[in-house]
């Protein structure tokens, strides 16, 4: 590296984000110069094919220009404004009632009848835990304090949501989770289903187990339940048959709000325009972030039940105001760019498009079940996890310390494939936007990707 390369620069200055901190000081990293489709491009010229559109979440890929240019007109018209003190602006009032109008409503479901706006899914999902506590406040349920977020589940990194994401390494040193926070079990069938247990009895398992916990917990006391339709940060965990139809009524019995994050689901990824028409799930309240704006802004909504709205109507008019806001919450260039990303969906299709390009996608990597280094493969839409096995049959996973799941990922970004592994597991979430024929290329190089590492290791 030289002394004063773009590489040598970075790595002097920025601290990098969910990365060995120690091992980059080291080695440095890539700098992402450009973008192209479903491509990115580095500063040395290298294309990647980019299967985890950025952060699950550049759906539109990354050379949407109807969007940069909705960004410039709205720069020009009002850089910034905010909703503080009973003001506000169009963008936020255009955006919010196109995003209600869509909203998830599954029969039987109350509708979601607010939103607020933040810059992050961890906002949202942080505002949504506040919200959670002040509404049984306001309900005269003060006990009713506690939230259950899942192994492996992610939220987020503030001080609250690293409380509900149940990464180990989240917590760890960070002095997490606080207390108030517990976490049920991780519902990943592949790896903890008993011998002959089918899908459906791993999930009454769940189920029953997390009915002990609320029982053991003092339902008196338990007051959310956080969950993604499938799990992301923690390894592309579709969820087992009946899972979620058997835990909502458990939800139901005891009283507890269900919060449904939609910050990596909603917006198509999982064939229908949120996980919640995809797994039948009827939430009190709803997050959602990323491709809410194709990640061109940034900007996530918390979108809320009229019985939630109400209470803080009421609490506010009691304490004279509702004390809380981010000032850049709802700001305008983030709402114009988001609006006009929710018409592309609508006028192009993108929901339609996944749904026909999904069963390429996943036939594609299950087409690689073959490989010695397989072990499963499950997916929706365009979200998929690989599971990485010495023995796949036997579920015998490789011995930690040839971070295989790494040496996949490397070996993948040298063959001009970004994909992300979370141990031995792989998460491929491509663009939405990704054709039959990408599709294809993904394939190959991810094959290539496993030969190259398999013939290092075998
Ligand atoms: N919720 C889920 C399901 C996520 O995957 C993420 C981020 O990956 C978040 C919340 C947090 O969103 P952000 O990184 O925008 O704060």
Redesign the pocket.
């Known amino acids: 590296m030289q002394p004063n390369s773009n590489r040598a620069r970075d790595k002097a200055y920025v601290v990098h984000q969910h990365t060995n901190l120690a091992i980059y000081d080291r080695d440095g990293g890539t700098l992402i110069t450009g973008g192209d489709g479903v491509y990115v491009t580095d500063e040395d010229g290298k294309r990647y094919l980019e299967a985890m559109a950025g952060?699950?979440s550049a759906s539109l890929g990354f050379s949407e220009h109807r969007l940069a240019e909705v960004a410039y007109r709205q720069m020009k018209a009002l850089p910034y404004y905010h909703t503080f003190y009973a003001r506000g602006h169009l963008p936020s009032v255009d955006l919010a009632e196109t995003l209600l109008a869509i909203a998830p409503r599954q029969p039987g479901a109350e509708p979601l009848t607010k939103v607020m706006f933040h810059c992050?899914?961890?906002?949202s999902?942080d505002t949504a835990i506040k919200l959670i506590w002040y509404y049984h406040n306001a309900i005269g349920k003060p006990n009713k304090k506690r939230i259950i977020g899942r192994h492996r589940g992610?939220?987020?990194?503030t001080i609250a949501?690293a409380s509900v994401s149940g990464n180990p390494t989240m917590h760890q040193d960070f002095d997490l989770p606080l207390p108030g926070f517990l976490h049920a079990d991780n519902p990943h069938y592949y790896r903890f289903h008993e011998e002959g247990e089918s899908e459906e009895a791993f999930s009454q398992r769940m189920a029953d187990n997390l009915e002990r916990l609320i029982l053991d917990n003092d339902p008196g006391t338990i007051a959310a339940f956080f969950a993604?339709p499938v799990q992301?940060?923690g390894g592309a965990i579709t969820p087992p048959a009946r899972y979620f139809e058997l835990i909502q009524p458990i939800l139901k019995k005891y009283d507890i709000l269900f919060l449904v994050?939609e910050?990596?689901c909603g917006f198509g990824r999982t064939g229908s325009l949120w996980g919640c028409q995809t797994y039948d799930l009827r939430p009190d309240l709803v997050?959602c972030?990323?491709a809410l704006s194709a990640s061109y802004q940034p900007i996530?909504a918390l979108m809320l039940t009229q019985k939630i709205f109400d209470a803080m109507m009421a609490e506010s008019e009691k304490l004279g105001s509702f004390a809380h806001g981010y000032t850049h919450s709802a700001h305008p260039v983030a709402c114009a760019v988001a609006l006009e990303t929710l018409n592309i969906y609508e006028s192009d299709g993108t929901v339609e498009h996944v749904r026909r390009v999904a069963p390429v996608f996943l036939d594609g990597l299950r087409s690689l079940l073959d490989h010695p280094m397989m072990g499963d493969v499950r997916g929706v839409g365009l979200f998929a996890g690989v599971e990485l096995m010495a023995d796949g049959g036997k579920r015998i996973p490789f011995p930690p310390a040839l971070k295989v799941g790494q040496q996949v990922q490397d070996e993948c970004q040298a063959l001009g494939l970004i994909v992300r592994c979370i141990g031995d597991r792989i998460a491929l979430t491509p663009p939405l936007i990704i054709t039959a024929d990408e599709v294809a290329e993904l394939v190959r190089l991810f094959r290539q990707g496993l030969d190259n590492v398999w013939a290092r290791i075998r």
């Open positions: 952060m699950w992050s899914g961890s906002e999902n992610y939220h987020g990194c949501t993604e992301g940060g994050d910050v990596i997050t972030g990323k996530s």
